[in-house]
């Protein structure tokens, strides 16, 4: 109710969750004055969360993905087919996995201190 009270004077432009599963949402969905805009989960090639992906395209909720790229004990940023698909298109492996959420309409949020790592980031738009 805060949150909602903060939308509607204009102190927040939007209001999010994060991890919320379907179950989590339904009921907010329906008792919320202002409903929540983004939901914020983790997501990757290895952990596609597809059924509360869909929920939230369904209800206009915006999908952030934190850890796009999987943790470092996933494999993912080894995984042969994603290396493969990005020699195929002359791409690091994390902008093929980028490529991967931008395609789902997934908002990625990767972490990076390195400018040309953030530079590459955004470089996901031409193949």
Not at 12 to 30: C, D, T, W, Y
Not at 84 to 106: A, M, P, T
Request: with cysteine; proline share 6%.
């Amino acid at each position: 109710e805060v949150f909602e009270e903060y939308y509607t004077c204009g102190k927040v432009r939007a209001i999010g969750v994060s991890n919320f599963l379907k179950r989590h949402l339904e009921p907010l969905m329906q008792d919320a004055k202002v409903k929540p805009m983004v939901n914020q989960l983790e997501i990757s090639p290895y952990l596609t969360q597809t059924e509360i992906v869909d929920y939230c395209q369904q209800n206009n909720v915006v999908v952030q993905a934190w850890s796009p790229l999987g943790s470092g004990a996933t494999g993912v940023l080894t995984d042969p087919l994603i290396k493969s698909l990005s020699e195929k298109y002359k791409k690091n492996v994390g902008q093929v996995v980028l490529r991967w959420h931008y395609q789902k309409g997934i908002c990625p949020l990767p972490k990076s201190s390195d400018e040309a790592e953030m530079r590459g980031n955004l470089d996901i738009f031409d193949f």
